[in-house]
């Protein structure tokens, strides 16, 4: 905890430092009279460079991302320690790449990528420090500061760190992530960088959940183990570590800053390094995994890497449209530093490949009317994958917009379906599985009495998913020989009266084809009812409620420590428990406080029932206290 102090120290004082470091930024980007420069000028840029100002407000959509991910997480069920696993409750595919996805798939949500990266513009020195109160002995930090050092140069640097014992045996979780960003544009507009660094080390001790015995114990809410570590567990000595380090620079150069009209806008380049590697340890093999090929210091490493190459160019073809033609070059390696020659075939010691990809992206806008696509294409060895979708989307006036988007792809299969080797004898496999192919069509409607109203169908085909063997005692990698159709309709309407307000939020789904390998609930909801008043002279905005969030029952997911994976089990069936949260919070000028009492409802039940995983309890009720604090020059 002490280096979060530190780091927390160390960021407040050198935004107050580099304040006094001339900015260099020209007084039209400042307020007049060296008043506090306008919220709006505050800007956030993300890669494809679409611009958002820093949003200081207080609202439900801060406080459903006040939590570890930074993001609303209603289509997520978390473990019962902060930092753990989060199992899904909606169909939810990683985002097309030409990379297959690495292994730990069930820590997913926690690993950064590219498109997580933004880039700033600041008129000032800005610090960001976001706290949140965790379980038994740990406490998580998220602290950010950006600067522009001159009008073109700017610099971000981040850290997230979380350490929490948790409430039940060996479930500590100690992770941390630095980010550092660079964003410069010359004097003359006729260059560009966007650059990032990123390294992540993420550790779990894993438990491998509850034993029987101490199920029925905690099924029955025994009072004796409301303290939850006296309750037993499968095991206690393993843990698994993903670590992640890489970087990306973008560079642009533009022929006429100025002129819009010009065919040939900008040419660019991108270089991009990822490495990363997954660990799983364990002192003591564990019966319920099957023989071992040693009883004790079980150690298994895999790792992989990733290198990009991306040439482009950006092409005014008419007014308001704009065409990105590129090319790029993808070699990757994934594998073990070692071969295992078993009965039934040869386990390799690594997947290699090499991709090139030719592709084209489109954006427009005429009156109203955006649109965005592209269509990309690329040969590996023996493989074809690639990516179209289109989409359009258009605001008629106040309160209405309309979208749409559809996109088919051919994706690799996650690498560590292919390849995996273990200490444990039924979890090394080699697999040839085809790619998968994916379809989606989204629709979006915006309407001032009816609220958000979203839908989604999807269509996969050569789904490859993690389900047990046939003897039902481990997981192991399944590719799908039928298609699997997923549809999916959210609903999202707020209402007020006065002081008072109410959230509505409301997904349907149907797997109407292969519901045995996509377990998701039928429903799933969140509604809130809030009071929002002004309180000290209007010095202070405050919002409280109560926040109740529901999911119908259903199978679901399986935890596999081993893999740190998701899979499909048909043995149980659970959900359908309310999760109640009280939460109170408050904006002092910059600065937003929050106070959530999570999961009250526990408090009055005569039994748990509340599980975010076969054998892995959700989190019992708990006070949370936390803020974001934006510090400005």
Do not use: C
């Not at 998580?140 to 050092?149: H, R, S």
């Not at 690329?378 to 917009?401: D, P, T």
């Amino acid at each position: 905890m002490s280096r979060y102090l530190y780091l927390l120290i160390l960021l407040s004082l050198s935004g107050k430092l580099l304040a006094q470091i001339p900015s260099g930024v020209p007084s039209k980007f400042l307020s007049q009279n060296n008043e506090k420069p306008e919220i709006g000028l505050y800007q956030r840029i993300d890669l494809r460079g679409d611009t958002t100002a820093l949003d200081t407000t207080l609202g439900l959509h801060k406080l459903n991302k006040f939590n570890y991910l930074r993001r609303d997480d209603l289509e997520l069920l978390p473990f019962a320690n902060v930092g753990q696993s989060h199992n899904k409750l909606s169909l939810q595919m990683p985002a097309f790449s030409f990379v297959p996805s690495f292994a730990a798939g069930a820590r997913r949500e926690t690993q950064l990528s590219a498109s997580d990266i933004n880039y700033y513009r600041v008129p000032t020195p800005l610090t960001e420090l976001y706290f949140k109160t965790a379980f038994v002995q740990g406490q998580q930090l998220d602290a950010f500061f950006t600067t522009n050092v001159s009008e073109g140069l700017n610099i971000s640097l981040a850290y997230k760190g979380v350490r929490s014992l948790g409430q039940y045996q060996h479930i500590l979780t100690s992770t941390g992530d630095f980010r550092g960003t660079v964003s410069y544009i010359s004097a003359d507009k006729h260059y560009q960088l966007k650059a990032h660094l990123v390294n992540q080390e993420l550790l779990n001790r894993e438990n491998g959940g509850l034993t029987e015995s101490a199920m029925l114990l905690y099924t029955a809410a025994d009072p004796e183990f409301d303290d939850r570590g006296r309750l037993d567990v499968n095991f206690e000595n393993a843990q698994n570590v993903i670590h992640s380090a890489g970087y990306f620079a973008q560079q642009v150069y533009l022929f006429h800053p100025e002129e819009q009209g010009s065919l040939l806008h900008s040419i660019g380049l991108e270089t991009a390094h990822q490495a990363k590697s997954f660990l799983y340890t364990q002192k003591t093999a564990f019966e319920g995994f099957g023989q071992a090929y040693k009883e004790d210091n079980l150690y298994t490493k895999a790792t992989g890497f990733n290198t990009r190459i991306k040439a482009f160019s950006n092409l005014n073809l008419s007014q308001g449209l704009k065409i990105t033609p590129y090319f790029s070059h993808i070699s990757l390696r994934y594998g073990y530093d070692r071969l295992l020659d078993l009965s039934d075939g040869l386990i390799p010691s690594e997947l290699s490949n090499r991709f090139f990809v030719s592709g084209l992206e489109v954006k427009g806008h005429w009156n109203t009317w955006q649109l965005d696509g592209g269509l990309s294409q690329g040969f590996g060895r023996g493989k074809e994958f690639g990516k179209i979708n289109f989409r359009v989307q258009n605001s008629f006036g106040k309160g209405y917009s309309f979208g749409a988007n559809y996109a088919r792809d051919i994706r690799p299969v996650a690498v560590n379906m292919r390849l995996n080797q273990s200490d444990y004898k039924a979890y090394n496999w080699f697999n040839d599985f085809s790619p998968v192919i994916v379809q989606t069509l989204d629709l979006r409607f915006q309407l001032p009495y009816v609220g958000l109203l979203k839908g989604s169908l999807t269509q996969l085909e050569n789904y490859a998913y993690f389900g047990l063997d046939e003897n039902g005692d481990n997981p192991l990698p399944i590719q799908y020989d039928q298609k699997v159709q997923h549809l999916k309709i959210h609903h999202d309407k707020t209402w007020r009266l006065g002081s008072w307000g109410y959230q509505s939020e409301v997904i349907y789904q149907n797997v109407f084809s292969g519901a045995e390998v996509m377990p998701v609930p039928d429903l799933l909801a969140r509604q809130t009812v809030f009071f929002e008043d002004e309180w000290f002279k209007k010095a202070a905005k405050i919002q409280t409620g109560v926040r109740l969030k529901y999911f119908t029952e259903f199978n679901l997911p399986a935890y596999d420590p081993v893999l740190a994976e998701f899979y499909v089990q048909t043995a149980e069936s659970l959900g359908a428990f309310p999760l109640v949260d009280f939460f109170f919070q408050t904006k002092i000028r910059q600065t937003r406080l929050f106070l959530v009492y999570e999961h009250m409802n526990q408090l009055f039940q005569g039994q748990n029932n509340h599980f975010s995983a076969p054998g892995i309890p959700y989190r019992d009720a708990s006070l949370r206290f936390g803020l974001v604090w934006n510090f400005f020059k």
